[in-house]
Every structure is written in structure tokens, then in C-alpha cells.
């Protein structure tokens, strides 16, 4: 149940939002254009990042670009 830590887990890098332009979820009330978050995991597919909710959340990774 590592998902249950993920809040207080080491950030694994930075990502910054480059568009909310979803084709089947609405994920501009979790995602800021132009924002940064912190990756606390990830997959192939997915960044699981610290959203606007201040929860971790899985988000496709063409929403992002790293920073660092």
C-alpha cells in the first residue's frame, strides 16, 4: 500500500503542466497550465504528482514536461 505514503515520500523530480487539454477527464480543476508539481512516483504512462488538491494524483505524462 505504498500509495498510502506517497504524500510524505521523497520528491523523485519536477514537472510543469504544459496543457489541460484532456480528450476523456476533466483535469483542469486538478492542473494548473504553466505549473509546477512534484513527481512522487511514476510508470510508463503516468506521473503520479501533488495536484491543485494537494492529493497525489495519476496524470498522463503528455501533460507535462520535466524541469529538472
Given amino acids: 500500500m505504498r500509495h498510502l505514503t ?7 523530480k519536477m514537472v510543469k503542466c504544459i496543457h489541460t ?3 476523456k477527464y476533466i483535469v483542469n480543476r ?4 504553466g ?6 512516483n511514476e510508470t510508463e504512462e ?3 504528482i501533488v495536484d491543485n488538491s494537494g492529493k ?5 505524462k503528455d501533460y507535462f514536461e520535466e524541469i529538472s
Avoid at 6 to 12: G, H, L, M, Q
Fill in 21 to 23: 487539454n484532456a480528450e
Fill in 6 to 12: 506517497w504524500n510524505n515520500s521523497d520528491t523523485i
Fill in 56 to 60: 497525489v494524483g495519476g496524470f498522463y
Fill in 30 to 33: 486538478a492542473l494548473t497550465v
Fill in 46 to 48: 503516468f506521473y503520479f
Fill in 35 to 40: 505549473q509546477s508539481y512534484k513527481v512522487k
